[in-house]
């Protein structure tokens, strides 16, 4: 099993840029597909962004499209997220997960099998 730790969160202003790092441990990282989700004060987890094992395939939520890109270096057991041109409503605490899937790449919050404890990003006006 895989322990994941993220990094990277902060106070940003808007139109500002983020990276965000995700650490596996205890596992062989390679052998997942993984996930980044966000959850804001008072709303439910939403997907942000997917990535398969090898990092050929890829996968976002029409509402990062184009601002945020999902990568990884197996070699280092990371995954990042990188997210350009930042909006409030990016305002979240950002989880990162891994699916024992490792083939596939998915959206859905309950197919994933480990998770992160999260990291803090704010977006300011």
């Known amino acids: 099993q895989v322990q994941l730790v993220e990094s990277g969160g902060d106070v940003v202003q808007a139109g500002g840029s983020l990276r965000l790092s995700c650490v596996g441990s205890?596992?062989?990282?390679?052998?997942?597909?993984m996930g980044w989700f966000r959850q804001a004060p008072g709303m439910g987890r939403e997907f942000v962004a997917a990535i398969t094992w090898s990092g050929r395939n890829t996968h976002y939520a029409d509402s990062v499209t184009g601002r945020f890109t999902i990568t990884r270096d197996n070699a280092k057991n990371t995954l990042y997220l990188q997210m350009d041109t930042l909006k409030p409503e990016d305002t979240a605490v950002y989880c990162c997960?891994?699916?024992?899937?490792?083939?596939?790449?998915?959206?859905?919050?309950?197919?994933?099998?480990?998770w992160g404890q999260g990291t803090q990003v704010t977006v300011s006006s």
């Open positions: 997960a891994a699916d024992e899937s490792w083939w596939v790449s998915t959206p859905y919050a309950y197919e994933y099998d480990y």
């Open positions: 205890g596992g062989t990282f390679s052998m997942y597909s």
